[in-house]
């Protein structure tokens, strides 16, 4: 089943330590991007890679890492995280042309306290 | 101004009612148009890619105006599984794409 999988759906921590969200997708697509989405701010985009080794920020790339080993992972890393970034999180990833649709992995709720 | 704008509603319609939403964008260039819907908490889905012909598929009709720089959804005999909201994208170019969401507009329908 073509699915874009996110890992873990929920986390509940605390400010400044370290954490990785994972995201992976089996449809061998280029392009991968985070967002988050928070109440009556809509989606807004974090990072985003074009193709492995390839990534770029987003509107709100402010306290994030990510990486592009692989074309089939793209990790979000908090180094630091303060409870500004508790949150709605959603890794995309889509063919890799402008006018294919991205697919959304499940999301994963953070809470940072 | 915001990139993508859309009317955050709720839209309170009954059964098998007709509604349509409205989503602007300001960026000419503007190349692909999507809409999705997304239920409370869930991941945003895919409902319909917009062309500039115009497009639909069932009880759903997208189209594109890019004189007026807006797109639209219209939702024919809406049924109560249509209760979610709907957020338009816009892929903009300008070196690399980014697909720019819009907030969405909240659809409830009433039995």
């Known amino acids: 089943e073509a699915q874009v999988t996110q890992n873990p759906r929920y986390l509940i921590t605390v400010t400044g330590k370290k954490l990785t969200v994972t995201c992976s997708q089996n449809m061998n697509h280029e392009y991968m991007s985070w967002y988050r989405q928070d109440p009556g701010l809509g989606l807004r985009q974090i990072y985003y890679s074009m193709n492995v080794e390839v990534t770029d920020k987003g509107d709100v790339p402010e306290g994030y890492k990510v990486s592009r080993k692989e074309k089939r992972n793209f990790p979000l890393i908090l180094e630091s995280p303060s409870p500004n970034q508790t949150s709605l999180y959603f890794c995309?990833?889509?063919?890799?042309?402008?006018?294919?649709?991205?697919?959304f992995g499940d999301g994963t709720r953070l809470s940072i306290l | 101004r915001k990139e993508v704008e859309q009317d955050p509603g709720p839209f309170n319609v009954p059964e098998g009612a007709t509604v349509a939403f409205n989503c602007t964008y300001s960026n000419s260039a503007s190349q692909s148009f999507f809409w999705y819907r997304q239920d409370c908490r869930k991941e945003p889905k895919l409902l319909m890619s917009?062309?500039?012909s115009g497009n639909e598929d069932g009880r759903f009709t997208a189209q594109l105006n890019r004189a007026s720089q807006y797109i639209s959804l219209l939702i024919r005999d809406s049924k109560l599984s249509d209760s979610a909201t709907y957020l338009c994208?816009?892929?903009?170019?300008?070196?690399?794409?980014?697909?720019?969401f819009g907030t969405g507009t909240r659809l409830k329908v009433l039995a």
């Open positions: 994208v816009v892929v903009g170019l300008s070196g690399t794409y980014k697909y720019i």
């Open positions: 917009v062309y500039s």
């Open positions: 995309a990833s889509s063919p890799g042309t402008y006018n294919q649709p991205q697919h």
